[in-house]
């Protein structure tokens, strides 16, 4: 049995999630600059003023695109650090979170990765960025003596740079399948790093 045909309000209502998937698949292969609304629009198989119905340009449809993993990450990575359990269980949990969120919609994954230093500054004045959050738990860790003490800052860089790193990585298909099947080499990686004096 065929399908039915698509009426201007179904076609409107599919508009939105076709034309961020066509644009995150563009602003990967191609790069924000390079990109057009033309292009994503074509891609997505919708006119150029839906694209505008939805959002004022690409500019706006990529700092959303970026946004969104962003915040989801700041929010999993701040509960998985903050729930009760030993240094080692937090941590795997918050790895854990990381490596299932790349999972579930890589390719949404990807372009948060390789926009990070686009798009940061608009987190700046921001104290619920994951960054920041994390920076936070590892000082209060710090100052607790759960870890040694040093630069909150950069012990956070490199906690990150495990996974972010090894997420480049694969983009590039320097290795291929599951983010989540590394959770425990991350892991260790990363205590090794908290526990070093």
């Known amino acids: 049995m065929s399908e039915p045909p698509r009426t201007p309000q179904s076609r409107a209502s599919n508009a939105r999630p076709r034309i961020e998937r066509a644009a995150l698949q563009l602003?990967?292969?191609?790069?924000v600059d390079a990109a057009t609304t033309r292009e994503i629009a074509s891609a997505a198989g919708v006119s150029e003023g839906a694209l505008y119905r939805h959002y004022k340009g690409?500019?706006?449809l990529a700092?959303?695109?970026f946004m969104e993993t962003h915040n989801r990450l700041g929010e999993m990575l701040g509960d998985a650090?903050?729930?009760?359990?030993s240094l080692q269980e937090r941590v795997h949990r918050a790895v854990t979170a990381y490596c299932r969120l790349a999972d579930?919609?890589?390719?949404?994954?990807?372009?948060?990765?390789v926009s990070l230093n686009r798009f940061l500054p608009h987190d700046s004045r921001r104290q619920d960025d994951p960054v920041t959050r994390i920076e936070h738990?590892?000082?209060a860790m710090m100052d607790a003596g759960e870890i040694p003490a040093g630069n909150a800052a950069v012990t956070t860089s490199m906690c990150l740079g495990i996974v972010s790193?090894?997420?480049q990585h694969k983009i590039y298909n320097r290795f291929s399948g599951p983010f989540?099947?590394?959770?425990?080499?991350?892991?260790?990686?990363?205590?090794?790093?908290l526990l070093q004096k």
């Open 165 to 167: 790193q090894a997420g």
């Open 104 to 113: 579930e919609d890589w390719l949404l994954f990807s372009f948060h990765l």
């Open 180 to 193: 989540t099947q590394h959770v425990d080499t991350f892991t260790r990686a990363i205590m090794a790093i």
């Open 137 to 139: 738990i590892v000082q």
């Open 63 to 65: 700092l959303a695109l």
């Open 58 to 60: 690409k500019d706006e």
């Open 27 to 31: 602003f990967i292969d191609s790069g």
């Open 81 to 85: 650090l903050s729930q009760p359990g």
